[in-house]
């Protein structure tokens, strides 16, 4: 989960970052107010949870009022990779000295966290400009000795002592924040010292639930996709896609195999619906749902191979799912793993096959598109 630029730093100041004064803003007046308070010039800039605003033009100057009202509707109105700011952070236009770049992420090839330095900050860094690597130690903590090396060969002796203390505050907020990435670019260096001119704070999906502030933060703050906030809500990894056929699968690898069986069989999939991170009754039932719901779909395909779920406990409690009329749209069952005999037994019991060939339960789910669509029947299964 990226957090916009206003909420970056408004996390990150509580850790002790220097990020300055700011005020966000979601109408023109607002701004203007803002502005006014804080002396021109200011900086309007777009709040998107994305990186690249300064070239897409979602970051710019205002000089005075007049100037700000016209800067919102600017910055509001560009599209920056697939995001149109509702609002916008308004802050004191900084004069500079020289810029930095700054950030902790992880690193496969270092299987760790690393700090990234970088003498050069903005969109330099982005094009490709050197970018030192230094590996975190065991405990988390700043390697301070490479980094004031890195500074010294890129000029930024006199603020090496600064900037190893605002690394050590990075990462400790990385490890507190169960960060992916955070990163300060540019790090503004002037004559008091230095700021964050901008931040840009990602957090692992995997480990919201440690973080429940941000997670609020972050949904009152933009819309989100529907995908994303079904996720947070049943737990069920959804991608909506442009077929008939409702998949109800279990395990990402599992799901892709059955959408390239699909597609080789001339159907196409109407979702990517992965239940392996709620294989309980409710999960199911919010799958089954989805599905019933979707107007493209046409047939469903349970496709899962169960190695620690127990497949006869998720086959009655579909049964009874759709016994109770959770969905009235033709399924097809192929359920693999741990009491695979059970589950067939209880498929069979409801009225159901279970097929133990992926391929034949995908040939089945073809057959029945077709007789659907050629006779608008309802076949069951």
């Known amino acids: 989960m990226q957090l916009n630029e206003h909420l970056s730093k408004t996390v990150l100041a509580t850790f002790g970052v220097p990020c300055g004064p700011g005020t966000l803003a979601a109408d023109a007046e607002t701004a203007v107010t803002a502005a006014v308070a804080m002396g021109f010039p200011v900086a309007v800039k777009a709040q998107v949870p994305a990186s690249g605003r300064g070239n897409a033009g979602g970051i710019k100057r205002a000089d005075n009022a007049d100037e700000v009202r016209q800067r919102f509707a600017e910055v509001t109105s560009v599209n920056i990779t697939g995001f149109v700011a509702e609002s916008v952070r308004v802050e004191p236009w900084q004069t500079l000295t020289a810029e930095a770049y700054l950030a902790v992420s992880f690193s496969e090839q270092h299987r760790g966290p690393v700090l990234l330095f970088s003498g050069v900050g903005g969109v330099e860094v982005e094009a490709g400009d050197a970018v ?46 169960d960060a992916r990435l955070i990163e300060l670019n540019p790090v503004g260096i002037y004559d008091g010292g230095l700021t964050a001119v901008d931040a840009r704070v990602i957090v692992d999906d995997n480990a919201l639930f440690r973080q429940p502030d941000i997670a609020a933060r972050v949904r009152a703050s933009f819309p989100r996709p529907e995908e994303d906030t079904e996720r947070e809500r049943s737990g069920l990894e959804l991608v909506p896609l442009p077929g008939t056929v409702g998949l109800i699968s279990g395990g990402a690898g599992m799901t892709l ?7 080789e069989s001339g ?37 899962i191979f169960g190695g620690l779920t127990r ?71």
């Not at 195999?257 to 597609?263: E, G, Q, V």
């Not at 049964?319 to 069979?348: I, N, Q, Y």
Request: net charge negative; charged share 20%; hydrophobic share 45%.
């Open 267 to 303: 159907a196409d999939p109407a979702c990517f619906l992965d239940c392996s991170a709620n294989p309980t009754k409710a999960g199911y039932g919010r799958a089954l749902e989805y599905v019933q719901h979707a107007p493209a779909v046409t047939v469903v395909l349970i496709s």
């Open 132 to 177: 030192s690597v230094i590996p975190l130690r065991s405990d988390g903590s700043v390697d301070t000795a490479a980094l004031h090396r890195a500074a010294q060969a890129a000029g930024d002796g006199p603020v090496a002592r600064p900037l190893i203390a605002l690394a050590e505050v990075l990462c400790r907020a990385y490890d507190a924040l």
């Open 257 to 263: 195999a059955t959408m390239d069986l699909l597609k």
């Open 311 to 381: 497949i006869d406990k998720v086959a009655w409690n579909i049964c009874e799912l759709l016994a109770d009329g959770a969905c009235t749209k033709p399924v097809v069952f192929r359920l693999m793993g741990a009491d695979v005999t059970e589950a067939t037994m209880t498929l069979s019991r409801f009225g159901y096959a279970n097929y133990e060939k992926l391929e034949d339960a995908v040939a089945a789910v073809v057959s029945t598109a077709q007789a659907l669509q050629a006779n608008g029947s309802n076949p069951r299964v």
